[in-house]
């Protein structure tokens, strides 16, 4: 008998937080025994801390990497650099039939261009959300991401007219959900309650405060006016604050530690993801600059007050919970009041984000990839 046919490799990559919980749910659907895929997943690196890292890995169930290229941080034409001369090698032993990458950080770009290169398909997930803002360096990475993908993967429809605006076939562009929301479905169940996270302190209500944009945290009198509204706010309703450690490194750098002292502010070290699921579920309201928590509170129905000037995400205003504020101490106390009065905008659960979008994915994975002729890796 002959042997039965190789499945095809797909290179699965990740390196910086808010890849783990996309690339969670596509790693356990390409390994299902009958996903006629077979997956080898590498991580850049990108994130390294346990809090940043080792947790997610832990609390989302994914196998640990086949491979580490450990770049660790730098500018990002080192990072960038570093993530491309460690991932070639890789691609050229391991001959994979694909390369996937998801959302928009440098290890996104870094590794799809390396394969783009090389001849070897890319597949990039969570394609086509543009902010039109290019200043923001994942923006940078986004528009360059799919413009060398040969398959891309959308969680909202407005993706597709961006994509088309920007020449991509039509063909190429697959609507399929959302990945990230497929993980908070699958642990919903098992976040960990507030109160625990919060301990020894029992707070009836409460906010939670995520900020780590260069835009927000890097300049010294952006990053003191915005938590100088947040002591304003915790006067009304505590504020809890995991920091991030560029957040971190910002505060003590522009000295701004005193302005976390207030009786009202509980900061944290960065949170697991079984923490901040708990968290998302029963605060009282977001404030955030992350892309992920936009579209988690709108899955989950709990207000977020983004403090940004723009989204690339605009379903989750559109249909969902979100509220852009941008950096202005008024607009944001007024959301604020408004949610605190009024409850915030109520929000349905956008289309395909039902828990099945990693599904979608690897039967289209399968198909487009079962009628390919079979190429290798360039040298
Ligand atoms: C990166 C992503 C951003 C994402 C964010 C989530 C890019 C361009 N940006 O930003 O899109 O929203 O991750 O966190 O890829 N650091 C540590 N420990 C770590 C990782 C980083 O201490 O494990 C510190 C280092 O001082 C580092 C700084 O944080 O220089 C920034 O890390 P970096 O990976 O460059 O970007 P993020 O700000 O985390």
């Known amino acids: 008998m002959p042997p039965p046919p190789l499945e095809p490799k797909i290179l699965c990559v990740v390196g910086a937080r808010p890849n783990f919980m996309k690339i969670a749910p596509l790693m356990a659907a390409i390994r299902r025994p009958d996903s006629g895929l077979k997956a080898t997943l590498v991580h850049t690196g990108q994130h390294y801390d346990e809090a940043m890292n080792d947790q997610f890995f832990s609390d989302l169930g994914i196998p640990a990497p086949d491979i580490n290229?450990?770049?660790?941080?730098g500018s990002h034409?080192?990072?960038?650099?570093?993530?491309?001369?460690r991932f070639e090698p890789v691609v050229d032993s391991e001959q994979p039939a694909a390369v996937l990458v998801v959302g928009?950080?440098?290890s996104t770009i870094a590794c799809a261009l390396v394969a783009a290169k090389k001849g070897v398909p890319v597949i990039h997930v969570e394609a086509g959300l543009r902010s039109f803002d290019r200043t923001m360096p994942e923006e940078i990475n986004r528009v360059l991401t799919d413009q060398i993908s040969d398959?891309?993967?959308i969680t909202e429809t407005l993706a597709r007219d961006n994509l088309q605006r920007e020449g991509i076939a039509a063909e190429r562009v697959h609507f399929v959900g959302n990945v990230m929301i497929d993980t908070l479905h699958h642990n919903l169940a098992r976040a960990v309650p507030a109160h625990l996270t919060l301990a020894p302190v029992?707070?009836?209500e409460f906010a939670v405060l995520t900020l780590h944009r260069p835009s927000n945290v890097d300049d010294a009198v952006i990053l003191r006016q915005l938590l100088e509204t947040v002591v304003e706010i915790s006067q009304k309703i505590p504020v809890v604050f995991p920091l991030h450690p560029r957040t971190r490194k910002q505060i003590g750098q522009h000295g701004l530690d005193a302005l976390l002292e207030g009786p009202n502010l509980k900061v944290l070290p960065p949170l697991g993801y079984l923490q901040l699921l708990g968290l998302m579920k029963e605060a009282r309201l977001f404030l955030t600059d992350s892309g992920g928590i936009q579209e988690e509170t709108t899955a989950l129905g709990t207000p977020c007050i983004t403090l940004r000037h723009n989204t690339e995400r605009p379903i989750?205003?559109?249909?969902?919970?979100n509220t852009i504020v941008g950096q202005d101490r008024q607009r944001i106390l007024a959301a604020v009041q408004d949610i605190l009065e009024g409850g915030g905008?109520?929000?349905r659960i956008p289309e395909y984000w039902d828990g099945q979008a990693s599904q979608?994915?690897?039967a289209i994975l399968r198909t487009w990839l079962n009628a390919r002729p079979t190429h290798g890796a360039r040298p």
């Open 69 to 73: 290229l450990e770049v660790g941080s």
């Open 77 to 85: 034409a080192v990072q960038t650099a570093d993530i491309m001369r």
């Open 104 to 106: 928009d950080v440098n």
């Open 151 to 153: 398959l891309l993967f």
């Open 202 to 204: 029992a707070y009836p």
């Open 316 to 321: 989750t205003v559109e249909q969902g919970t």
């Open 345 to 347: 905008k109520a929000g």
């Open 360 to 362: 979608r994915i690897v």
